[in-house]
Nanobody
């Protein structure tokens, strides 16, 4: 029903910035919530940032002052602007979407973000 296509991640140095995007396509499901998760080696997958269609956002404490999530509802696209990246941000980043933040039914393939020191 819904496909999520993520932009490429990348390799950056600590302190630099990177912007990710995720576009949802298809029909038959109301995409009200979109989010970014990440999973680092040996670590549980965690919510990085999420946003409802109305713009209500939440962030992990570790990124709240550095990352910004935004949406283009007309395109069903969510973005993650990552500033002042740190080596501990290195992970595979996944886009997710669903009816609510508690029901993220669709997931992207994931993209690798590597931050070197």
């Amino acid at each position: 029903q819904v496909q999520l296509v993520e932009s490429e991640g990348g390799l950056v140095q600590a302190g630099e910035s990177l912007r990710l995007s995720c576009a949802a396509s298809g029909s038959g499901f109301s995409i009200n919530a979109m989010a970014w998760y990440r999973q680092a080696p040996g670590k549980q997958r965690e919510l990085v940032a999420g946003m409802s269609r109305g713009g209500s956002a939440k962030y992990a404490d570790s990124v709240k002052d550095r990352f910004t999530i935004s949406r283009d509802n007309a395109k069903n696209t969510v973005y993650l602007q990552m500033n002042n990246l740190k080596p501990e941000d290195t992970a595979v980043y996944y886009c997710a979407a669903g009816y609510t933040m508690t029901y993220l039914r669709f997931w992207g393939q994931g993209t690798q973000v590597t931050v070197s020191s």
